[in-house]
């Protein structure tokens, strides 16, 4: 399913945060959205999933105003995997799962035998079928990212939003998660921290700066040296992967020069 943003303009307050945003995000694709703390990657986001409603502008999902569509359509559509963990949740595990069957379901109908095998099959894919007794709120905030993934798998969407997915997650699974998520053929948009994770796992990046979106494109012709000073404040050095080939970004402070070196330069 395409995901288009057509000069969306987001306020929060009042105060404007998402400016004049447009992004074609094709059919099967993995995308990650890039950006130092405060730039709007998880406004954007959540202008699709219909939290934020937009000022101006449109979100489409395969041309159709994702905000006139009605909510059980929307979350047929669209699965989200959010940054927050519900810890208020007094379900277990496999309960907190069974969650993302509700847009399938028929007004207050039971889980069907499909919703259950679904739910395990989903639970043992991110490794965390033998918590499936146990409560929710007991879970470290990995195991929770665990299982709201597969929340968000069993929901069988078209497109996959995950608003910083690897908080709380360790390495292993960081590697792991984004692997599963972008051999799923769905549509993926990922809110990411990590430079090196998304371009290890995303088709095209799209880096926000100040609320705009800077560049949008493959990771190796968007992530250059220039624009990674300007939006994360750090100086890059682009190196390739020794056994993948893959583009890697070491980081450097961009030191300011010493009173001594104020001096000679005047």
């Not at 987001?10 to 703390?37: D, F, K, Q, Y």
Request: charged share 20%; proline share 5%; net charge negative.
């Amino acid at each position: 399913m395409r995901v288009s943003f057509e000069r969306v303009n987001v306020a929060l307050g009042g105060v404007p945060v998402i400016h004049n945003a447009s992004l074609e995000i094709e059919s099967g694709h993995t995308v990650g959205v890039l950006g130092a703390n405060g730039s709007g990657k998880s406004t954007l986001l959540r202008s699709l999933y219909r939290v934020i409603r937009p000022q101006s502008g449109v979100v489409r999902l395969d041309g159709d105003d994702a905000w006139t569509l009605p909510p059980r359509t929307l979350a047929r559509h669209v699965a989200v995997m959010a940054q927050e963990s519900e810890s208020e949740f007094d379900l277990d595990v496999l309960d907190v799962v069974l969650l993302g069957r509700v847009p399938h379901r028929a007004g207050f109908g039971a889980d069907t035998t499909r919703d259950l095998r679904l739910a395990t099959d989903a639970l043992a894919r991110v490794g965390s079928l033998e918590q499936a007794d146990r409560a929710f709120s007991g879970l470290s905030g990995g195991e929770k990212q665990r299982v709201l993934l597969a929340r968000a798998l069993v929901q069988e969407s078209q497109v996959l939003i995950l608003d910083e997915p690897t908080n709380h997650l360790d390495l292993a699974f960081q590697l792991e998660l984004m692997h599963i998520v972008s051999t799923l053929g769905l549509t993926v948009i990922a809110a990411l921290h990590d430079l090196n994770l998304a371009i290890a796992h995303c088709d095209e990046v799209a880096v926000l700066h100040r609320g705009t979106i800077a560049a949008f494109g493959r990771p190796d012709d968007v992530l250059t040296p220039e624009l990674i000073g300007d939006v994360f404040g750090v100086r890059a050095h682009r190196l390739r992967h020794p056994e993948t080939g893959h583009l890697l970004i070491a980081y450097s402070p961009i030191q300011s020069p010493t009173p001594l070196q104020k001096a000679a330069i005047l």
